[in-house]
């Protein structure tokens, strides 16, 4: 019999976290058996229905979408579409109605006109530093709040930091692998959601975190879910 994945209810809180206020990088990702973050380039060539179901019940939990501009580019995102059941339950839960996407962008090569800001129900974030364009700066100002995090590159920490001091301290980042690796090389990435798709890659497809600063820290795993040949695994940083 193929292994089912529970119901919502219990998936809400399989992965609910107790104490909302407390500042949380969640990173969701989705992996190949081989350690490939991608198929064609692209991550969601290795999901299936299975895997939308969890992606969406941890949208469904979180404050804010952290993304970087090039996934936003190449994965083709858009304003976030939630069910009129789950926006209900945001609400019922203290949420907004709809979590607003908060885009990582230190040259700010970002299209006004793209869906991500055209089609957002919610006034999305850009997240830059204090030397990025000026003109880019202006044109983005026009179709999302802009948040400086740093000087002249954009710092992991206080990003968390400005985020969780408007509100949002519950950040689930879906990427990319290089915004992964400074989250990581920050000591700023708090829990790890990571789908197993079975199946083997092979080529170059390159790995979850891009990064030129080696960073370890150990985790501790905290469920395992099934879902026919797909595996959804969920680790916390381990206490020091």
Known sequence: MRAELPPPAQLIERYQVTDRLKPRVRVNFISSLDGAA????????????????????LRL???VILVGAGTVRAEGYGGIRISAEDSAWRVAHGLSSRPPVAIVSGRLDLDPGHPVFTDAATRPFVLTHAAAPSDRRA??????????CGDDAIDPRRMVAALAARGMPQILCEGGPHLFGDLLAADSVHELCLSLSPVLEGGSAGRITVGTTAASHAMELLHVLRAGDMLFLRYARRAS
């Open 139 to 148: 044109a983005l100002a026009e179709v999302a709040d802009l948040i400086v």
């Open 61 to 63: 939990l979180t404050d």
């Open 38 to 57: 991608m198929h064609d380039g692209l991550s969601g060539g290795l999901n299936n229905a299975d895997d939308k179901i969890v992606f969406d019940i």
